[in-house]
C-alpha cells in the first residue's frame, strides 16, 4: 500500500485540488492537514488490521453453526478498529457526530481498506443504508436505525433481489400487509408484516454489530390482493434483526428475519452473502399494539420509509452510492494485484536479452520487468487501474460539487454524475479485473498457485462485474436512459468538458497527438450514439450496449488520463509524472483505437446477438 499513497495525493491535491474545498462553508473547519491526518488512520488500520489477514479471511469462510455465523477474530478486530475510526459517520454532521468530511477524502481514504482487503469490509452498506434514511427517513427512523448505524451499534444491509427474479426487480414477490388496524400509527413508521425471500445479501447475517438493519424492498398488494405488476408497487421497508424500541434500545425480542443459507463464492469470502427468510415464522414476532400485545404471529416486522409504492426511487439513492463504491472496490483490487505483479517483475530473474546475434546464454539472467512483453502487461494495469481511481475519485469530487457547489455547478454535477455513474461501476469492474488476469500472468504459473497473492485478487474482483448492477444493466441504462435524459443534457455537458480538456491539451506540444485522437474518438462516439437510436427502436440499440459501454468507458478514461497530464509540468523530472506520461501514451497508443471496433457494431446496429435462434447454439 506504501505505493498507493503517493498516487492518491497527487490526484487528490495537484488534480482535483481537494484542498480548496475548506473554503466552503461545510468545510471550513478542514485543511490539507485534517484531510492527510485521516488518510494517514485509514492507511495505518489498513496496513495493520486488514492486509495480513487477506488471505485468513478468504481461507477461513463464515460458517453457520445453527445459532450464529461464525467468523474469524480478525474480522472483528477490523470492524472494530473501523468503528473508532469514525468513518461511519465520516460525511455527517458535527450534530449527527461526524467530521462533515468531504466524500472525496472519504471515497480516496476507503481505496486504502479496499486494497488491503475488501471481503473484510469497509462498512460501504451500513454507510449507505443510513444515508438514504438520513433523506428518506422520518425524524424517529434516523435517531433509531441512521445514527446508531453510523455510530456503529447497528449495520445495515440491502435487500433487493429474490432467488426467482434476481437483478428484474419487477418480478419480485416479497409480500407487505399491513400490520392490525392502527398499523399507521407506530412511532417508527406504518408497520406492516412481510412475508418473502431474499438472496445475495451481503452481511446479512454475522455478530459484528448489535443489531442489523434490512432495508427490504417489497410489494403491497393492491385492493384486490394481488401485487401490482412492474416496479411500480414496490415499496421500501426497514426490518431489524432484533426488535428495537422508539428509544432505539434493543427489546430483546427477534424479529422474524432467518438466515436460509450462506452463499459460497468464488471470491469475497470474507464477508457472509446470504439468503434470507422473511416471515416464515421460525421466530414469530409480538407487536405493541395500543399498549397491549397481539400475541404472536409469523411475518417479519417492517417500518414504511417514505411513500407507499415509491420504494425503487429511495433505494436507488442507495444504490447510486454504492455503485460508486464497486467501482473503487474494482480499482482497488486492480492496484493491489498491480502493485504485487511490480514487486514480483523487478525481483524474478528469468531469461536473457535479445541482441543481434540473439541471446547469450553465458550472459547472466534479466529480471522480467527488463523484457518489453511484461512491462506491456504492467502499462496496461499502470493505465487501466491509475485510469480508473482518477476518474473515481473525480465522480467523488462530484458529488461534493452537488452538495456544496454553486446552484449551476451542482446541477451540472448532477448531469455528469447521471452520465457517468454506469461508467465508473462498471469500466473498473471489467478493465480493472482484466489487470488482475495480467497480474497473475507476469507471475507466470506461481501466480495460479495460492503461494501468491494475485490469485486471489483476480477472484475477488470477479464479483464486481455482476453485484450492483450487471454489466449489461449498466451499459443498457447509460445507453437507454443516461446519454438521452433531459434531451441529452448530460452527454452534451460532458462533451463540452471533454473538448475543454482537448482545447487545452492541444497547446502543448508533447500533448496535441493525445488531444486529436481524444477529439476524434469523441465525434466517433456521438455518431454511435445516434446512429444507435436512428431507427427509435430501443431493440434495435441496445442489443449492442455492452460494446458501447466499453467504448464509451475508454473514451472517459482517455479524457480522464489527458486531464490529469495537464497538471504535469513539462519536462518533469520526477519518475512519478513519467510514469504518468507513459501510462496515459500507453492508453491512447494500446487502447483507444479499440473503440472502433467496438462502436462498429454499434452504428450499424448489427443483429448478429439478438437475431441467433436459441436452436442453432
Known amino acids: 500500500m506504501s505505493a498507493l499513497r503517493p498516487t492518491v495525493d497527487f490526484l487528490l491535491y495537484d488534480w482535483l485540488k481537494a484542498d480548496r474545498l475548506n473554503e466552503r462553508a461545510r468545510f471550513a473547519d478542514h485543511s490539507r492537514e485534517t484531510f492527510d491526518a485521516v488518510l494517514d488512520i485509514c492507511e495505518r488500520i489498513a496496513r495493520e488490521k486488514y492486509a495480513p489477514f487477506n488471505r485468513?479471511?478468504?481461507?477461513?469462510?463464515?460458517?453457520?453453526?445453527?445459532?450464529?455465523?461464525?467468523?474469524?477474530?480478525?474480522?472483528?478486530?477490523?470492524?472494530?478498529?473501523?468503528?473508532?475510526?469514525?468513518?461511519?459517520?465520516?460525511?455527517?454532521?458535527?450534530?449527527?457526530?461526524?467530521?462533515?468530511?468531504?466524500?472525496?477524502?472519504?471515497?480516496?481514504?476507503?481505496?486504502?481498506?479496499?486494497?488491503?482487503?475488501?471481503?473484510?469490509?469497509?462498512?460501504?452498506?451500513?454507510?449507505?443504508n443510513a444515508n438514504l434514511l438520513m433523506v428518506h427517513g422520518t425524524g424517529l427512523q434516523k435517531e433509531v436505525?441512521?445514527?446508531?448505524?453510523?455510530?456503529?451499534?447497528?449495520?445495515?444491509?440491502?435487500?433487493?433481489?429474490?432467488?426467482?427474479?434476481?437483478?428484474?426487480?419487477?418480478?419480485?414477490?416479497?409480500?407487505?400487509?399491513?400490520?392490525?388496524?392502527?398499523?399507521e400509527g407506530d412511532p417508527l413508521g406504518a408497520?406492516?408484516?412481510?412475508?418473502?425471500?431474499?438472496?445475495?445479501?451481503?452481511?446479512?447475517?454475522?455478530?459484528?454489530?448489535?443489531?442489523?438493519?434490512?432495508?427490504?424492498?417489497?410489494?403491497?398488494?393492491?385492493?384486490?390482493?394481488?401485487?401490482i405488476p412492474g416496479t411500480r408497487g414496490i415499496s421500501l421497508f426497514i426490518v431489524p434483526k432484533m426488535m428495537v424500541g422508539a428509544d432505539g434500545q434493543l427489546t430483546g425480542e427477534r424479529n422474524d428475519v432467518a438466515l436460509a443459507g450462506l452463499n459460497?463464492?468464488?471470491?469475497?469470502?470474507?464477508?457472509?452473502?446470504?439468503?434470507?427468510?422473511?416471515g416464515e415464522g421460525r421466530y414469530p414476532v409480538r407487536v405493541n399494539q395500543g399498549g397491549g400485545l397481539d400475541g404472536r404471529g409469523a411475518g417479519a416486522i417492517g417500518y414504511l420509509v417514505g411513500k407507499p409504492h415509491e420504494?425503487?426511487?429511495?433505494?436507488?439513492?442507495?444504490?447510486?452510492?454504492?455503485?460508486?463504491?464497486?467501482?473503487?472496490?474494482?480499482?482497488?483490487?486492480?492496484?493491489?494485484?498491480?502493485?504485487?505483479?511490480?514487486?514480483?517483475?523487478?525481483?524474478?530473474?528469468?531469461?536473457r536479452p535479445v541482441g543481434p546475434a540473439g541471446k547469450d546464454p553465458a550472459q547472466p539472467q534479466v529480471r522480467i520487468i527488463e523484457h518489453a512483453d511484461i512491462k506491456r502487461m504492467l502499462l496496461a494495469q499502470k493505465s487501466y487501474c491509475e485510469g480508473a481511481l482518477a476518474l473515481?475519485?473525480?465522480?467523488?469530487?462530484?458529488?461534493?460539487?452537488q452538495h456544496t457547489g454553486t446552484p449551476e455547478a451542482a446541477e451540472e454535477a448532477r448531469l455528469l454524475l447521471e452520465v457517468l455513474t454506469p461508467v465508473a461501476k462498471s469500466w473498473p469492474s471489467e478493465f480493472c479485473l482484466e489487470a488482475n488476469s495480467m497480474a497473475i500472468q507476469v507471475h507466470g504459473g506461481y501466480g495460479y498457485t495460492r503461494d501468491f497473492p494475485v490469485e486471489q485478487y483476480w477472484r475477488d474482483n470477479r464479483l464486481n462485474m455482476i453485484h450492483e448492477g450487471t454489466h449489461g444493466i449498466q451499459a443498457a441504462d447509460l445507453?437507454?436512459?443516461?446519454?438521452?435524459?433531459?434531451?441529452?443534457?448530460?452527454?452534451?455537458?460532458?462533451?463540452?468538458?471533454?473538448?475543454?480538456?482537448?482545447?487545452?491539451?492541444?497547446?502543448?506540444?508533447?500533448?496535441?497527438?493525445?488531444?486529436?485522437?481524444?477529439?476524434?474518438a469523441l465525434q466517433k462516439v456521438g455518431a454511435a450514439t445516434k446512429s444507435a437510436w436512428a431507427t427509435g427502436n430501443p431493440a434495435d440499440a441496445l442489443a449492442n450496449a455492452v460494446p458501447y459501454m466499453q467504448a464509451f468507458g475508454h473514451l472517459v478514461i482517455a479524457w480522464t488520463w489527458l486531464d490529469v497530464l495537464l497538471v504535469l509540468a513539462p519536462g518533469s523530472p520526477r519518475a512519478a509524472d513519467e510514469g504518468r506520461l507513459r501510462a496515459a501514451r500507453y492508453f491512447f497508443h494500446y487502447e483507444l483505437p479499440k473503440i472502433g471496433a467496438w462502436l462498429r457494431v454499434v452504428e450499424t446496429r448489427d443483429p448478429t446477438c439478438a437475431t441467433m435462434p436459441e436452436e442453432a447454439f
Not at 205 to 216: D, F, G, K, R
Not at 264 to 278: D, P
Open 56 to 128: 485468513l479471511v478468504d481461507t477461513e469462510e463464515p460458517r453457520f453453526d445453527g445459532e450464529k455465523v461464525i467468523l474469524p477474530k480478525a474480522t472483528h478486530d477490523a470492524h472494530d478498529a473501523y468503528v473508532a475510526s469514525g468513518m461511519l459517520s465520516a460525511a455527517q454532521d458535527y450534530e449527527e457526530g461526524g467530521m462533515q468530511l468531504p466524500y472525496t477524502i472519504e471515497a480516496a481514504a476507503g481505496t486504502f481498506f479496499a486494497t488491503a482487503s475488501v471481503s473484510i469490509g469497509g462498512g460501504l452498506l451500513t454507510k449507505g
Open 145 to 183: 436505525f441512521a445514527r446508531n448505524e453510523f455510530a456503529g451499534r447497528f449495520s445495515g444491509t440491502m435487500a433487493l433481489s429474490e432467488p426467482q427474479a434476481g437483478s428484474s426487480l419487477s418480478d419480485i414477490t416479497t409480500r407487505a400487509i399491513p400490520d392490525g388496524a392502527d398499523f
Open 191 to 227: 408497520r406492516y408484516r412481510l412475508r418473502g425471500n431474499k438472496m445475495w445479501i451481503s452481511a446479512g447475517e454475522h455478530e459484528l454489530s448489535e443489531n442489523i438493519v434490512h432495508l427490504v424492498l417489497a410489494k403491497i398488494p393492491g385492493p384486490d390482493g394481488k401485487l
Open 264 to 278: 459460497h463464492k468464488l471470491g469475497w469470502r470474507g464477508t457472509t452473502n446470504t439468503l434470507l427468510n422473511f
Open 311 to 351: 420504494g425503487l426511487r429511495c433505494m436507488f439513492h442507495m444504490m447510486n452510492e454504492a455503485r460508486i463504491g464497486i467501482g473503487l472496490a474494482a480499482t482497488a483490487l486492480g492496484l493491489a494485484g498491480y502493485y504485487a505483479s511490480l514487486d514480483y517483475a523487478r525481483n524474478r530473474p528469468q531469461g
Open 392 to 401: 473515481l475519485l473525480f465522480c467523488a469530487r462530484l458529488v461534493d460539487e
Open 479 to 520: 445507453l437507454g436512459r443516461k446519454v438521452a435524459m433531459e434531451g441529452g443534457k448530460g452527454l452534451s455537458l460532458l462533451a463540452l468538458r471533454i473538448n475543454g480538456t482537448i482545447e487545452r491539451a492541444i497547446q502543448q506540444p508533447h500533448l496535441a497527438e493525445h488531444a486529436n485522437a481524444l477529439g476524434q
